[in-house]
C-alpha cells in the first residue's frame, strides 16, 4: 500500500461527507476536546433527515441542536450534558450510562452508520491517532460503517490505545481549528477548606482520580506535602502537570501501569495539550478499561474525589439533576467510586459545599426532590466532605449516618435538618 495515495483518495471535503449521510441514520461524534467542529458546524446543511446525534458535553451551541427550525430533522443524544446542552435540553436528550459502559451498550444496542472524530497527522506508518479522547471513540469506530476523521494539526500525538490506520478509514478532512480548552478555574475560599479536609485523607503513595473544577483545583493545591502520588482517571487535567512538575505525583507507587499516568481522555489548557503531545508517561486507554471498577479497584491505595449536587439523610448522592430538570451525567462517577472503595486501602470520597444558591439552600437534604437520579446509591457511599468537615459513612447505619451528615451541614441548617430527620424517623 502506498500510504500517501491512499491519503489523497481518502482525502475530501465536509460537502461530500454531508452529501453521503441518509435519513434515519445513527451518528456517533468524538467528545469534548476532540469534537469535529468542521462536520459539527455544518451538520444541519446535510439533506438527510430523522439522523441521530450522539455527542458528550457540547463545546458549541452547534445550529442542529439549538436552531428550531432543525429540531424535526435531528436528535441530538448525549452522555453527558454541559452548559450548552442545559439551554438546549428541548432538543437534547440524556443517555442514562456508566462510563465505563457508554461505548459497548450503545454497540451492542444500535447499528453506527458512520464515526466521525478528530485525529493527529498522519506518521509515516499510515497511524493517525485519536488524540485526546478513546472513552468511547475507538470502540464506536471499529463497529461503524463509515469512519470519518478531521485530521488537525493541533491534536497532540498520543500514546496508548489511540492509533487507528489509515486502512480503517474511509474519508478525511484537513482542518485547521484550536482545540477546545477547559476553563481554569481558582478556588473559592469555601472550595479550599473542602479541599484542606480531603486532604487530610490522602496517604503519600496514593493513587488518585481527581475531576475537573474548583474542588478538585484547590485539593490540587493542597497535595503539595505530598509524595509519590500516582495518577488513574478518567480525565488528564491541567493540575496533574503541576503536581507532576513538584515532584508530588511520581507514579512509582502505582500498583498497575507503575511509572505511567493513566487516563481516557484530556481536557484542559494549551499548555496541557502541549504536555500529552508524544509523551510516552501518559498512556490514554480505553473508558472500557480505565473506568472498569474491577481495574481501578486493582490499584492500592486508590482514591476517588467526585463532586455532587447533593445527599440526602441516609446517603443517597445526586451528582446530575435536580429533580428533572437534568444538570450533568453520571460519568464515571460511581465507577470511580466503586473501584476506590474496592481498593485495598481505598477511599471513594464525594465532596461539595454545604450550600448552594447563595446560601439560601442546604445541600445536604431530607429526601432528594421528585425525580432526582441517584448517581451514589447509599449502600456504596465512602466519604462526603463539605467545607464543615468529612465523615465516613460506609457500614453506618441510617441514624448514625444523619447525624454524621447534620454535623457536617451548615449550621444554619442543622437544626431544620434535625427536626426533619425526626420526622422520618431517621433519628
Known sequence: MNLR???????????????????????????????????????????????????CLNTEPYEFCSNGKY?????????????????????????????????????????????????SPMDE???????????????????????????????????????????????????????????LLEPAEVEKKIAEHIVELIEDGSTIQLGIGGIPNAVAKFLVEKKD????TEM????????????????KKKTLWNGK?????????????KFIDDNPSVLFLRGRYVNDPYIIAQ???????????????????????????????????LDTHRGAVKSKGGKGIIAMRSTAKDGQVSTIVPLLPQGSPITVPRQELDYVVTEWGAVRLRGLPTRKRALALISIAHPDFRDYLTKEAQKLGLI
Not at 304 to 316: E, K, P, Q
Request: charged share 20%; hydrophobic share 40%.
Open 5 to 55: 495515495e491512499e491519503y489523497q483518495k481518502k482525502l475530501t471535503d465536509i460537502d461530500k461527507v454531508l452529501s453521503i449521510l441518509q435519513d434515519n441514520w445513527t451518528i456517533v461524534v468524538g467528545m469534548t476536546p476532540m469534537e469535529p467542529k468542521v462536520f459539527l458546524r455544518n451538520l444541519h446543511r446535510t439533506q438527510a433527515s430523522g439522523l441521530e446525534i450522539y455527542t
Open 236 to 251: 488528564f487535567t491541567e493540575s496533574m502537570i503541576d503536581l507532576f512538575e513538584a515532584g508530588v505525583i511520581t507514579n
Open 71 to 119: 429540531f424535526n430533522r435531528f436528535y441530538n443524544y448525549s452522555w453527558f450534558f454541559g452548559p450548552y446542552n442545559r439551554k438546549l435540553s428541548k432538543n437534547t436528550y440524556y443517555v442514562p450510562n456508566n462510563l465505563h459502559q457508554a461505548g459497548m451498550n450503545l454497540v451492542q444496542s444500535t447499528k453506527i452508520n458512520v464515526f466521525v472524530g478528530v485525529a
Open 261 to 273: 499516568f493513566v487516563c481516557t481522555f484530556a481536557y484542559g489548557s494549551q499548555r496541557m495539550y
Open 299 to 333: 490499584n492500592e491505595k486508590m482514591v476517588s474525589i467526585n463532586t455532587a449536587l447533593m445527599v440526602d439523610l441516609t446517603g443517597n448522592v445526586c451528582s446530575e439533576a435536580i429533580g428533572t430538570s437534568h444538570y450533568s451525567g453520571t460519568g464515571g462517577q
Open 229 to 232: 502520588l500516582g495518577i488513574h
Open 125 to 183: 506508518k499510515g497511524f493517525f491517532t485519536l488524540s485526546a479522547s478513546v472513552v468511547y471513540e475507538k470502540d464506536v469506530l471499529e463497529n461503524a460503517d463509515i469512519v470519518v476523521l478531521e485530521v488537525n494539526p493541533n491534536a497532540p500525538r498520543t500514546h496508548g490505545d489511540t492509533h487507528v490506520h489509515i486502512s480503517e478509514v474511509d474519508y478525511l478532512i484537513e482542518v485547521d481549528y484550536p482545540l477546545p480548552q477547559a476553563e
